[in-house]
Structures are given as C-alpha cells and as structure tokens.
C-alpha cells in the first residue's frame, strides 16, 4: 500500500520531468523519418510553435522541399523547423518523384 503511493509519486515526478522541462520554447517538437524513399507519417498534426524533426533514416540524400524552404537531408542528418503559423504546409523531396507529406498546424501564431 504504502510502495504503491511512493511509486505513485515517482511516477508523477517523472512526468512532470519529461513533459515540464523537456520543451523550454513553450513547443514541443514532433519527428517524421525519411526511409525507404517516404516520409512517415505522411501526415502530420502539429499546434502552431511546434517544431517538427526530419530525420533522414535512409542510404541516400532526401530534400525537404515547401512551405518556403528547400532543405536538403544526408543520411544520419536530421532538419528542425518550426512552424509559428496554423495552416496546412505541403512538401516534397525533389529529388524522388511521388515522395512528399502534409504538415498540418492547427492553432494562431504565437509570440
Ligand atoms: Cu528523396
């Protein structure tokens, strides 16, 4: 009974922890992985602040190409963007035909 409050309370530190001091900008930040020539999700769904983190999962250079950047990815490398405006943010990789995703942010710019 007693061991149950304790890790009860543990549990709850812990949370605050991960989810209190983790994102220092306010955002937190989503990922979406490069492989086998896709983004996955395909789709994601962001609040406005958040950033969203591309990581390039594969053997070979993918570019992250819309909503006003043209971002090229090597493999091992990641790409950080926030997106500060709600709205729906279409992209694709210039350099495979057929591979492109849609950033949703939902949510009014923040300061
Ligand atoms: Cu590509």
């Not at 950033?51 to 006003?68: A, L, P, Q």
């Not at 493999?75 to 210039?94: A, D, L, V």
């Not at 492109?100 to 939902?106: D, P, Q």
Request: proline share 4%; aromatic share 12%.
């Amino acid at each position: 009974m007693f061991g149950k409050k304790i890790f009860l309370g543990a549990a709850l530190i812990v949370f605050f922890l991960v989810f209190g001091c983790a994102q220092p900008n306010g955002g937190s930040s989503r990922e979406v992985t490069m492989a086998n020539d896709q983004f996955f999700p395909q789709t994601i769904q962001v609040n406005s602040g958040d950033s969203v983190i591309w990581r390039n999962n594969d053997s070979d250079t993918h570019t992250v190409t819309g909503f006003g950047v043209d971002e090229r990815v090597s493999p091992g490398q990641t790409f950080r963007y926030t997106f500060s405006q709600g709205g729906t943010f279409e992209y694709k990789c210039t350099i495979h035909q057929g591979m492109s995703g849609t950033v949703i942010v939902s949510g009014a710019a923040t300061p």
